[in-house]
């Protein structure tokens, strides 16, 4: 329930019982009676009960945490913005996705000079064991003999399938 403090006498009273002033003390702001007072209290949100936050401070209040926040320099999140955020993750990741997977394209349309050779999938697992297998205890080959080498290697799955 939302209560409201009165500004001269200091109490507290539920928002309903306020008519004309203050139901404690009859504190209208100087209107007097019948003349609905603008200002005669400060209106306030219940409290939050008291809790232990993820650093182990314990707050007692609401204007306790929202220093806490600031002097911690932490943002509250709410579930809302969870989900914003997660959003937010997995467009970025889509995007990487894609962006790895047009330079594959690039790179095999450029380099192959037989791509029918290529239309059979080949499941990245295998053409990277093979390839260690096949560079093992050799010097790192220039950019131009690993392509040809693995154009080569995926021509040598494909042919044993
Ligand atoms: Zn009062």
């Known amino acids: 329930m939302r209560s409201r403090m009165c500004n ?6 539920p928002v309903d019982e306020w008519d004309y002033g203050c ?3 009859g504190y209208d702001n100087g ?3 019948g ?5 005669p209290g400060v209106e306030v949100i219940p409290d939050i009960p008291r809790f232990k936050s993820p650093d182990g401070a314990i707050i007692e209040g609401r204007k306790q945490w929202r220093d806490h ?3 911690t320099d932490c943002v509250e999140m709410g579930h809302s ?5 997660k959003e ?5 990741q889509e995007k990487h996705y894609d962006r790895i997977k047009n330079a594959a394209n690039i790179v095999s349309d450029w380099s192959d000079p037989n791509p029918k050779s290529l239309d059979a999938p080949i499941r990245r697992n295998d053409l990277a064991v093979e390839m260690a297998n096949r560079l093992h205890g050799r010097p790192a080959p220039d950019r131009k003999t690993m392509i040809k080498l693995t154009l080569d290697e995926m021509r040598r799955i494909n042919g044993r399938r």
């Open 35 to 39: 003349y609905f007072s603008e200002f």
């Open 8 to 13: 001269k006498c200091r109490v507290f009273s």
């Open 31 to 33: 209107h007097g009676n």
């Open 69 to 71: 926040l600031k002097r």
């Open 81 to 85: 913005d969870m989900k914003v955020a």
């Open 23 to 25: 139901p404690s003390c």
């Open 88 to 92: 937010t993750w997995n467009k970025r």
